[in-house]
């Protein structure tokens, strides 16, 4: 620990509010407690629940830190009591209970997984975030198997992207919604049918072919009585995000008589036992996909880490396509 410094450069909420509640802050150097790594971070990924914490929406877990950043990758530089899965100079990139804004955070030692062969750290630090979220709740948790039916919505961002790929890689007939010819085209690229909601009706493109046999879902609010109607016989339906609203009038009388599952989860609150496990899932099941070249990264733009505010406005625009990224120190 000798040399590393006391103190950090990070990106801290001064309040709650706009992009430009973010600030240029100097901080003191995490250390490790038990189990924990210490991570000297060269880039650190930016997603939708950091907009949300900025916003004073998503508060960080007892025990976290409050600066904002759930995704980062780097150099191990330290190690707290009992860490045996790492040692020092290992490049990891790791799931982060907070703090990824910064040039060093801390996470549990099973919440990180080796830089997958062949990725950069600015490749891998956009991938911890979206594989947690989506191996979770797609595979683990909704069952996705070979020659199903799975639609996900906003399938350009980084999530999206992310589990159209994964859908495809299992062997699913993968739908996408996307808002405009390029997000679409990108969605096609990765072997979705993209479905422009703009112009046209995801319930009527997903009936025509049987329903979904399982829908991902983002968006919440009016998509809700249509995600039911868009579900086959059986199906399920898995939230992650209410971005248009939590509430909806729902005829549950649906549910009952089609035999519909509707279930959801958040990952940041989960223990750190159920990381571990979904990390273990990754490194077993997804990693040797992204090894291959069958998931791979999309990244939309990178941002200085002293920019990080340039990277909320592009996050809030939603005209990106992939991941938004910060770099910290660069490989």
């Not at 990106?11 to 509640?21: C, F, R, V």
């Not at 906003?154 to 992310?162: A, C, D, E």
């Not at 808002?179 to 009527?204: H, W």
């Not at 996909?289 to 733009?301: F, H, N, P, T």
Request: glycine share 10%.
């Amino acid at each position: 620990m000798s040399m590393i410094p006391d103190a950090m450069n990070a990106i801290e909420i001064a309040e709650p509010g706009g992009p430009q509640a973010l600030r240029p802050a100097r901080r003191p150097v995490p250390v490790p407690a038990n189990d924990q790594i210490l991570i000297r971070i060269a880039y650190a990924g930016v997603n939708r629940p950091d907009v949300l914490q900025r916003q004073g929406a998503y508060r960080a877990p007892p025990g976290a830190s409050d600066l904002p950043g759930l995704e980062a990758a780097g150099e191990v530089v330290g190690l707290g009591a009992g860490v045996t899965r790492w040692r020092k100079g290992d490049r990891v990139t790791a799931l982060l209970p907070g703090g990824g804004y910064a040039e060093y955070a801390v996470c549990h030692q099973d919440h990180a997984l080796p830089v997958p062969q062949g990725l950069t750290l600015q490749q891998a630090a956009c991938l911890p975030e979206t594989a947690f979220t989506v191996w979770s709740t797609v595979v683990m948790r909704g069952g996705l198997r070979a020659g199903e039916r799975f639609l996900v919505h906003g399938g350009s961002s980084g999530i999206g992207t992310m589990a159209i790929q994964i859908a495809h890689s299992l062997g699913a007939r993968v739908f996408a919604t996307a808002g405009s010819p390029e997000k679409c085209a990108a969605c096609a690229e990765l072997g979705a049918t993209a479905i422009n909601y703009r112009d046209q009706d995801f319930v009527a493109a997903l009936t025509e072919q049987g329903g979904a046999d399982l829908i991902l879902d983002m968006v919440g609010g009016s998509y809700i009585p249509r995600n039911i109607k868009a579900l086959a016989d059986d199906g399920r339906l898995v939230f992650i995000a209410f971005l248009d609203g939590a509430k909806a009038e729902l005829n549950f009388a649906q549910i009952m008589l089609r035999r519909l599952t509707v279930t959801g989860a958040t990952l940041r609150p989960q223990s750190d036992l159920a990381k571990a496990a979904i990390a273990a899932e990754l490194r077993d099941r997804l990693w040797p996909k992204v090894e291959s070249g069958a998931v791979r990264v999309l990244i939309d733009s990178e941002f200085a880490l002293t920019d990080a505010a340039q990277a909320h406005r592009r996050m809030e625009s939603s005209e990106h396509i992939g991941k938004i990224v910060l770099r910290v120190a660069g490989d």
